[in-house]
T-cell receptor, first 116, second 113 residues
Framework: NAGVMQNPRHLVRRRGQEARLRCSPM?????VYWYRQLPEEGLKFMVY????????ESGMPKERFSAEFPKEGPSILRIQQVVRGDSAAYFC??????????????FGDGTRLSIL | DQQVKQNSPSLSVQEGRISILNCDYT??????FLWYKKYPAEGPTFLIS?????DKNEDGRFTVFLNKSAKHLSLHIVPSQPGDSAVYFC????????????FGQGTTLQVKP
């Protein structure tokens, strides 16, 4: 399966710990997007990255959240000092070009983050 | 500020009949509209899209209609099948050079055998 791979699928953290979510895009895709879905809601955009660059982080909370997409390896969404409100499903998507040209984004199966 | 809205949380139809899912938007600068289907514990799967310069796009059992003056689009599934039961999300992208998709809240479709 050459789809978008996210790991772990489930992650449990205690309040104050750090959460690291990983995403490997589809082969040949250099554009990565992170979304968050709270229960009973749609997906909310967080950040858009290309290799080694953050293109748009307008959906990222100002504190505790960061994202990277290094030259080698997966994209990482990092949440420091997690709080109960961070509990959600986090989805990563990738596309071969920027979605401004109508190319669909392809999604992974998400990481379900639970904060105790 | 909900720029993309799906006002029907759920829809139930009989197998073989038509399913019509609706979506409204507020930003006239959107370039593309996309529909995704999502099963529980899985990621959204792309179904079909339409450019803002078109009013219809068809792919097999799926047709999307766009009414720009009303800022409204709809997804028609005909004939509906039990395997179509899922949550359907409408999403919008643009204006150009922005990468993000803006999603509606989703509509849960149940197709009864």
């Amino acid at each position: 399966n050459a789809g978008v791979m996210q790991n772990p699928r489930h992650l449990v953290r205690r309040r104050g710990q750090e959460a690291r979510l990983r995403c490997s895009p589809m082969k040949g895709h250099s554009h990565v997007y992170w979304y968050r879905q709270l229960p009973e809601e749609g997906l909310k955009f967080m950040v858009y990255l290309q290799k080694e660059n953050i293109i748009d982080e307008s959906g990222m909370p100002k504190e505790r959240f960061s994202a990277e997409f290094p030259k080698e390896g997966p994209s990482i969404l990092r949440i420091q000092q997690v709080v109960r409100g961070d509990s959600a499903a986090y989805f990563c998507a990738s596309s071969p070009t920027g979605s401004g040209d109508g190319q669909p984004q392809h999604f992974g199966d998400g990481t379900r983050l639970s904060i105790l | 500020d909900q720029q993309v809205k799906q006002n029907s949380p759920s829809l139930s139809v009989q197998e073989g009949r038509i399913s019509i899912l609706n979506c409204d938007y507020t930003n006239s600068m959107f370039d593309y509209f996309l529909w995704y289907k999502k099963y529980p514990a899985e990621g959204p799967t792309f179904l079909i899209s339409i450019s803002s310069i078109k009013d219809k796009n068809e792919d097999g059992r799926f047709t999307v209609f766009l009414n720009k003056s009303a800022k409204h689009l709809s997804l028609h599934i005909v004939p509906s099948q039990p395997g179509d039961s899922a949550v359907y999300f409408c999403a919008a992208s643009g204006p150009s050079n922005t990468g993000k998709l803006i999603f509606g809240q989703g509509t849960t479709l149940q197709v009864k055998p």
